[in-house]
């Protein structure tokens, strides 16, 4: 059997990617748009084709020969989400009706149509679409609610809430039902959905308990081994209760907004078919949270929310930023530090270990970003040390990476333009280089307003780098 898994830099499939590989009964092939995303070991391990779900050409080489789809294309970040998750379904179906595919498994929102947010909308009617021929494709639909995992955005959020607020007012849609689910659960029900043999579309609902939102918070603040008070009030809108959590949480507005208006209305499982087809035992939410937690402090963060849509902006290896109209660069000689340790200490640049000076500067920056609706500097880093293609650190998403060579990150703030920051070893010096393209007069005011300021940051940047790393091998 062979099965192809889109959406293989996602939140689910990253993970999804390691169970399926160690089934070796199948073949896995990867259909991703940036293959520079994947660690090597995972290209020796399957086939990777290069597709966009938006260029339907892309999709046949993808496609071909395949008999199961994994369908975990998604594309919340933007704002015509809806439009893009329609076009991409109906592309991805004409796909696997072309192929031959006989089956895709999508995995969708829990909730209802005549009360959804317009994201679950939007989920729903993927799901339309990836069930409308039957008679050619057969949809295999798993709806899931709010998913405990590290990395979640919603468990993400719940964590930064009750780790920082002692006391949260909060606003009424705390008595909103829903039901929550470990993301190793939604794993294997994915894993298992392989297996079915069915003869026509399926909608499975995914999850056990039933519970209101404001229980699942003191449920996840007690298995947090925090004491936490929550006040329910009136007075919260959906806008201002965005705000709140674009204050307190790492997530932008446009995804608190959107998860906001999804917690308007019940999202709980709809039917029974999960213990009709599937027989293992769901993990507790108490024990969901301890995985959780206990892959944040050890590091072991396998995918967050923040980890796709990298490719906006992306350069190659060997592109050639050196013809952007403005570059600062400072070249500072190691002084005797090994470059391995001087490249370990840029690649652990941002998130809890700072930007080596004036961090306050940074997180004002950040916070204005996250005024004007972007993504803020509070998204931290997925590891504490390591780098990976597509990550994002901070308001950076690291679109390069060459071992004790080259670190590049692109800028997801708000820009009048676009610009990158190199950290690159050579011949003895640590060479840093910000980049930017600016739009038009705006973008070129702008370099020149922060002229002053570049040149007190990126300097003490650079030494920084270079002195921790004498440090660190002293
Ligand atoms: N995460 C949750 O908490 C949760 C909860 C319930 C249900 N779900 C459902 O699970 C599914 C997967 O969600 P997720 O959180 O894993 O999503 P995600 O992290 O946002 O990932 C979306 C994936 O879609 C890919 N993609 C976007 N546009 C594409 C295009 N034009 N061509 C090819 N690939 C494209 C992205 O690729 P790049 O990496 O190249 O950008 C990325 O890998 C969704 O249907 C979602 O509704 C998720």
């Known amino acids: 059997m062979r099965i192809v898994l889109t959406g293989a830099n996602g939140y689910i499939g990253r993970r999804l990617k390691h169970h399926l590989l160690r089934n070796k009964e199948h073949t896995l092939r990867l259909m991703v748009r940036n293959p520079n995303s994947l660690s090597p070991w995972v290209i020796g391990e399957c086939e990777v084709v290069q597709a966009d779900v938006m260029h339907p050409q892309t999709l046949d080489a993808a496609l071909a020969g395949v008999d199961i789809a994994y369908y975990l294309i998604h594309g ?23 192929q031959k595919v006989s089956t895709i498994i999508y995995l969708g929102g829990l909730g209802d149509k005549t009360t959804g947010s317009e994201h679950l909308l939007s989920r729903i009617e993927t799901g339309e679409i990836l069930s409308s021929r039957p008679d050619k494709v057969r949809c295999l639909w798993f709806r899931a609610g709010v998913i405990i995992g590290s990395g979640s955005a919603s468990f993400e959020i719940m964590r930064h809430l009750i780790q920082k607020l002692p006391v949260m007012i909060t606003p009424k849609w705390v008595t909103t039902h829903i039901t929550p689910i470990g993301v190793e659960d939604v794993l294997r029900y994915l894993v298992e959905g ?51 959590l674009v204050l307190f949480t790492p997530v932008p507005f446009s995804i608190a907004r959107s998860l906001i208006e999804g917690l308007k209305s019940d999202a709980t499982i709809q039917n029974n078919l999960r213990h009709t087809l599937f027989s293992f035992p769901l993990h507790s939410l108490e024990a969901a949270v301890h995985t959780a937690e206990a892959e944040i402090e050890t590091n072991q963060v396998l995918s967050r929310w923040s980890d796709s849509g990298g490719i906006e902006g992306e350069v190659d290896h060997d592109h050639d930023l050196s013809n952007a109209l403005f570059i600062d660069r400072r070249s500072i000689p190691l002084h005797g530090a090994s470059p391995a340790q001087v490249y370990r200490t840029f690649c652990a640049i941002g998130g809890d270990n700072g930007w080596f000076g004036y961090d306050g500067l940074w997180k004002l920056r950040g916070l204005i970003d996250k005024l004007f609706h972007g993504v803020g500097i509070n998204r931290g880093r997925r590891d504490g040390a390591e780098v990976r293609i597509g990550d994002s650190v901070d308001f950076w998403k690291v679109v390069d990476v060459v071992e004790n060579e080259r670190l590049l990150l692109f800028a997801q703030m708000k820009l009048p333009g676009k610009a990158w920051l ?53």
């Open 76 to 98: 919340l970040a933007h704002s015509n989400f809806k439009e893009l998750d329609r076009q991409s379904a109906q592309n991805f179906l004409e796909g696997c009706i072309r």
């Open 194 to 244: 392989l297996t079915l043999d069915l003869s026509h579309n399926t909608i499975i609902d995914i999850g056990e308990e039933v519970m209101s939102y404001g229980e699942l918070m003191e449920r996840v603040s007690v298995a947090m081994g925090l004491k936490r008070y929550f006040i329910p009030v009136n007075f919260f809108s959906p806008k201002f209760s965005s705000y709140w």
């Open 422 to 474: 190199e950290f690159k070893l050579h011949e003895g010096h640590l060479i840093q280089s910000a980049y930017f393209y600016p739009y038009g007069v705006l973008g070129r005011l702008y370099w020149y307003a922060l002229v002053p300021l570049h040149a007190l940051i990126f300097t003490t940047m650079a030494k920084t780098i270079v002195t921790r790393a004498l440090a660190h091998d002293a």
